[in-house]
């Protein structure tokens, strides 16, 4: 799968199957062979010990949410061809969207559509999803456990 | 190292200048600065130019186009970059220059055209100064990331939107006395408050403005600087800093770190401390970036923020006056024009030539200008002697 279909930009990078493994439902990170630090967004390279020797491993996902906020005024890619929104209705209701803090203090975005913005509080606990959208595209999102 | 001077500023008008194109915006404040220095260009040893988005620009170069049309060549033209820091690291740029004696005069110009572009692609591309691999795929926007800041400053600190748009709402008073502001009128509270959401929990008011314009500043040698200028303004500490490309990577949501840092090289450049400033210009891209900066600088303690603007302190008469020409907020943010805007409100103030906006007998200013969410962090301090 063409990493483009999560990064919307990009297709061409060492980590390009990432998208990949969004695909088959499982959100990757590296870790660094020679030094152990982990990854995510997943690294070709660790600028610890200069290695360039990664593993490969699927997170778990599950943490606290950091912060979030609710984006009103999206940049022009999701405005105009706003079917392309994740999440958003015909009368273009955003989606929130969060950072949640999961195992090895690594940080993840996400979009979350099933949580009423008011309801929505930093320390929540949630779990970070892979999602296919009805157009192909590959992303993730952040639901309550 | 040798000592540098402003001996020169200039100001064009900001705002919606669908009337002029990037070369222009930039002789306006180039003229400015040749006049109010009164040194012709071609006493002028080199240029730095800071223009943050060829993307804005639509086109590869348009720092060459800005040499070009103030008829610079073939004297030396370097342009920096550092997104809405790009103003204060052409300003290091042009220290540079002349502290290691590669110049003696350095004509340092911020420009930038945003508005040729429509409104929603501005926010694309800005939303991409943030990284555009990872985090722009969730729609991210510059509104976006500090609404993420606003939301954990406000559930640590117990920050509120009245003091957001308290922010807001001195700026815009000082605006109003801006001529070359983009925005000149007062705005009440309520108006700030009960302006449409741009992201949550930032309204309209807390957000600075998409704006044309550029300025522009003469740097000088010490003897160059004593032999030409009445009112030199001394360039006494400069710190720059960076930090990660990702805000879920920061170490804190509620503090720009790389500001944090640039400050302590600044004030020990200086060898002053946060009370010693008489007058800041900070980086309100965002009301809750001002209240951030306040305690990043050491102006207040860290989550007091919210209660210094909302005592009043940051007026002029008040502890430590802030963005007493409009800020970003409502001067507007031209970004590349902004930091060297920032450098020429300071020097105004330290000449004691900032009119109605004056703080009295200020001697020590500070600037604060902080790229995207603080990727790259430029503090300068200027002194009067």
Redesign the interface.
Known sequence: MDFKN?????SQ?KVARFAEDLAAGKIMSTICKKCRKPYY?PQADCPECMSSDMEWKALKGEGAL???????????????RQPL?PFSSIQFE?C??G?LEVEGGL?????IPKVD?KKIK??MKMKALPQTLPDGKV??VLEPI | MRKVAVVGIGHGKFGVRSDASLRELAFEAVKACLDDAGIPLKEVDSMVTGIAGDEFSIALQPSAQVHDYIGFHPKPNFRVEGACATGSMALRTGWMNVASGLADFVLVVGVEKMTEVPTSMATDIMGRGGDATWEYPFGMTFPGYYAMIANAHMAEFGTTEEQLAGVAVKNHYYGSLNPYAHMQKPITLDKALTSFTVAHPLKLFDCSLITDGAAALLLASEEKAKAVSKKPVWVAGLGLATDTMRIGDRKSLTSILSAREAAKTAYKMAGVGPSDIHVATVHDCFTIAEIVAYEDLGFCEKGEGGKLIQAKETYVGGKIPVNVDGGLKSKGHPLGATGVSMAVEITKQLRGEAGERQVKNAEMGLSHNVGGTGQVVAVHIFRRE
Do not use: D
């Open positions: 999560f990064s919307l930009a990009i990078t967004p950091v912060t979030f906020t609710k984006i009103h005024v999206p940049p022009e890619h999701f405005a105009v929104m955003p929130p969207i950072l940080r993840i975005m996400g979009w913005l930093i320390g992303t993730i």
